[in-house]
């Protein structure tokens, strides 16, 4: 996130330049206004920032004196949710310096168990020998997967095997699950992509699917969907709208409130794990938590697509 | 004042020379960076992959476990999408220009040549949703045709070669068409009028005579073409599938462009690096292309 926002100000930058190079071309000294009070409101905006980072500063510091360090190890699918939380940590807290590895679930809950880690970020549930070991399962958001056919289909309802089955490509047409002669056109995302990373994850067919079109975007999974006869396709329950299907999987509705309840299975939980319970962990620690289940955690949960918990 | 004014002269001279050189350089900056910057970032994962893995591996799965770096079938997609594409519209393309510059009356030709400059001014991502919409739905149901009792066809819902080719050999028709009306209309009248005078017809002056003494501004059109056919991104992957497959006429096809383009927002480590190392043979194929169109410029300006 810090670099994008790097990369940002750099095309800023460079637009601001090549305006300024057209207007001096263009029109002489009269051209140099817009240029120069685009510099202006950028240092604007910069001065504005600074007397907001220095609000939070002091407003934190009237309460205590937050600094320190949190340090976040583990699952590569939460990075975009892990790096937006920190982002807006960071302007609430300036002083505390929240740092994340992204290098697999498996790895952080190990990190956490060995105390070389505060939070270990996972993509599912823990395992008991990792409980064992003293980690306690903090979920503090949940990620579901729908799955959307055209409307125009008759099956509603698929089972895990049969999904299996049509990702895998050992079914090709419709009528050997029920529904009319169309055959099936099996549509995902492309490598890469967290939904696709998840969606594999959970139906254990990691590498194995045989797509028929890897498309890089969700909106054009549901675009082609919608207008393919027979195609079936991943996205983020979210993002669902009357375009397409969505199917219920093992006769449970595609819901956010059957998610929360654990009985729609395409679903996955995100894991901030800590080694015993939050109240035993230090103050910062804590407080990222307070700020995580708060109301801008939470929001941020929704903003990337999950379902909160709260 | 003469003096003052000559001094003034000569000043405005320099100026204007010392622009007219930043200018130039600055072009030929702009490739050498992009050239060096191509080779800079392309080279790690062609070191860390090995070249041969790549280019003649045929699985691509950067994400997997052991992950596979091999685009030998995305450059046989790029190779034969393009020919396909040159094979359709060219001879469209060609027979367009021979109608604009020999055949037709004035009125036509000001209907025709409107609605070619538009067609050159019309963005590639408007090809690729026409292709959605209007493409697409018809190789489905030609596909549904065709492979009604194949056991191991993967339906595409129209996705696929046949599509991607369809709408870039629409989109070289402008370069096809202007390149090579130029071409015929600066071939000497005296060539047809010789033709004619010998009692040839009007269509066998154009064959026999016209085209043949245009033809090296007609393989500079081709190959111009080729050129924006093998760089077209945007418009192909919103119809071609995108699934790595051989590049069968009915198959979803990833083309060298719409490989870097779809996996680039979420690619990391050694996947980004062989993303860059996909452009950079893409790069290579372009700058042959280039090389081939100025070898046949200057064998045009030095034969005939």
Redesign the interface.
Known sequence: MKRKSGKGFAWMAAAVFAVSCLAGCGTGSAGSSPASSAAQSSQASGAQQDAQASQGAQASSQTEDLSGSIQMVGS?SMEKYANALMESFREKYPNVNVTAEFVGSGAGIEAVAAGSADIGNSSRNLKDEEKEKGVVENIVAIDGIAVCVDPANTVTDLTRQQLIDIYT?KV?NWSELGGSDT?????GR?????TR?AFEEILGV??GC???????STG?VM??VA?????IGYVSLDVVDDSVTALSLEGVEATADNIKAGSYFLSRPFVMATKGEISEQSRLVQIWFDYVYGEEGQEIASQVGLITVK | MLIGNRKKKAVVERAAQTIFTVCAFFAVLAVLSITLYMIISGTPAAVKVGLKEILFGTVWAPTATEPKYGILYVILTSVTGTAMAILIGVPVGLLTAVFLAEMADKKVAAMVRPAIELLAGIPSVVYGLLGIYLVNPLMYRLELALFKDSETHQFTGGSNLLSAVFVLAIMILPTVINISETAIRAVPSGIRSASLALGASHVQTVFRSVLPAAKSGIAAAIVLGVGRAIGEAMAITLVSGSSVNAPLPFNSVRFLTTAIVSEMGYSQGTHRQMLFTIGLVLFVFIMLINIVLNKILKKGASGE
């Open positions: 590569t490509g090709k055959p099936v056109i099996v549509i492309e490598a890469g992509s967290g990373g990691e590498d045989a797509y028929a079109n890897e498309l890089d054009a675009a082609k207008s393919t006869p027979g195609a």
